[in-house]
Nanobody, 129 residues
Framework: EVQLEESGGGSVQTGGSLRLSCKASGFTFDDYAIGWFRQVPGKEREGVGCISASSKITHYADAVKGRFTVSRDSAKSTVYLQMDTLKPEDTPVYYC??????????????????????WGQGTEVTVSS
């Protein structure tokens, strides 16, 4: 069974940090790029950051550059999203997604959402003012 399981969400004050995890199973982890997305109710899901299958390439949305970092651990089949200097605008549900793709990863375009093959169920992040 293919699974992507997000964890690590919770509540934090403005300026605080959280580390989200995305545990993958049921597919060949090292053949897939992984993206992180977030969604506020009533708005479109948006890209946050991504990492290529080899870990050599990462991309970030302008809104999180310098504050968020994506990494992956092949031995654990897990991708992480380290979120620092959190702001209230960072409050939504966060999702990880996997695309069978090597050499690059996709973010920052609405069409990128449809390129991903598998999605997790999401983990909620709340940042208080």
């Amino acid at each position: 069974e293919v699974q992507l399981e997000e964890s690590g969400g919770g509540s934090v004050q403005t300026g605080g940090s959280l580390r989200l995890s995305c545990k993958a199973s049921g597919f060949t982890f090292d053949d897939y790029a992984i993206g992180w997305f977030r969604q506020v109710p009533g708005k479109e899901r948006e890209g946050v950051g991504c990492i290529s299958a080899s870990s050599k390439i990462t991309h970030y949305a302008d809104a999180v550059k310098g504050r968020f970092t994506v990494s992956r651990d092949s031995a654990k089949s897990t991708v992480y999203l380290q979120m620092d200097t959190l702001k209230p605008e960072d409050t939504p549900v966060y999702y990880c997604a996997a695309e069978k793709l090597v050499g690059s990863c996709r973010v920052d375009a609405s069409s990128d959402l449809w390129a991903y093959d598998y999605w997790g169920q999401g983990t909620e992040v709340t940042v208080s003012s």
